[in-house]
């Protein structure tokens, strides 16, 4: 099999695909952490402004209803991602962000503030350690989608059994 100067061989990785890909990881990432940083300032401003009491026993139907909503918001984003306009996907993205924040600040208010920075990091180092492997790996790791998403649906169906029965 002869190449000509103006083709490379194909197991050569062309410069431009792997160019694309990565501002395309960054760009993934960006909206990430500009989501995270949402959550974050959201939570924080909530839990030091709402009273505990708000936050712990009164505001439980509103806590309910806010997580109902956070489900809503992401069907709906599932459901119409490819037929709604880049600004109306961005701002239920940032919608989200905050009403995930908004959720948070009613965990904050049941749990110490070391075991909620505990938490996150432990997240962040499972994401990260994800992110490399994902990254770097040369397995197709799409045939796991399946089954890590009925996981997700178990968890979320044991997470709600949870908020009722304690």
Do not use: C
């Not at 959201?42 to 402004?49: D, E, K």
């Not at 459901?79 to 948070?104: C, D, H, K, P």
């Not at 997240?123 to 998403?149: P, S, Y």
């Amino acid at each position: 099999m002869e190449f000509s100067a103006s083709t490379p061989p194909p197991y050569i990785e062309q410069p431009s695909v792997a160019r694309s890909d990565t501002a395309f990881l960054r760009q993934v990432f960006g909206w990430m952490f500009g989501g995270l940083v949402i959550t974050g300032g959201v939570a924080a401003v909530l839990s030091n402004t709402l009273s505990h009491e708000f936050l712990t026993d009164t505001g439980r139907p509103v806590f309910i209803a806010a997580l109902i909503l956070e489900l809503v918001v992401v069907i709906f984003l599932v459901a119409a991602i490819n037929r709604v306009s880049a600004a109306v996907a961005t701002t239920a993205f940032m919608f989200y962000a905050a009403l995930n924040g908004f959720t948070f600040a009613f965990i904050f208010a049941l749990y110490t503030t070391e075991s909620v920075w505990t938490t996150f990091f432990v997240t962040a180092g499972a994401f990260g350690a994800m992110a490399v492997i994902g990254w770097t790996t040369k397995v197709d790791l799409t045939k796991l989608g399946v089954i890590l998403i009925m996981a997700l649906i178990g968890l979320i169906l044991a997470s709600i059994v949870n908020i009722f029965l304690a």
